[in-house]
Nanobody, 125 residues
Framework: QVQLVESGGGLVQAGGSLRLSCAAS????????MGWFRQAPGKEREFVAA????????YYVDSVKGRFTISRDNAKNTVYLQMNNLKPEDTAVYYC??????????????????WGQGTPVTVSS
């Protein structure tokens, strides 16, 4: 089992940057594939990015490609989401999540067994 705690959210102007962090408890963090999701007010939670256990494979939703970068540091039990050139439509609560395999659909919420509490990101125009 793994517990996840996000941090790094906040208020930023359009065009700015933020780096989200997700700290995981447990000694088996390196065995999990990790994902970032977001949920805007009044909308369903959606996939943003995913990374496999080693960091060698990543996957992004089209709307963030070229602007967001997911990475991980297994020695620190942490996964990151670097967000550049932020847009007002990126405003949401961002969640990290863990799954036990890279196989399957990275974008599917039900594939992830563990979730953090979320960190809010607000991008002003």
């Amino acid at each position: 089992q793994v517990q996840l705690v996000e941090s790094g959210g906040g208020l930023v102007q359009a065009g700015g940057s933020l780096r989200l962090s997700c700290a995981a408890s447990g000694r088996t963090f390196s065995s999990y594939a990790m994902g970032w999701f977001r949920q805007a007010p009044g909308k369903e939670r959606e996939f943003v990015a995913a990374i496999n256990w080693s960091g060698g494979r990543t996957y992004y939703v089209d709307s963030v490609k070229g602007r967001f970068t997911i990475s991980r540091d297994n020695a620190k039990n942490t996964v990151y989401l670097q967000m550049n050139n932020l847009k007002p439509e990126d405003t949401a609560v961002y969640y990290c999540a863990a799954r036990t395999t890279w196989v399957g659909n990275q974008m599917k919420i039900a594939e992830y067994a563990y979730w953090g509490q979320g960190t809010p990101v607000t991008v002003s125009s």
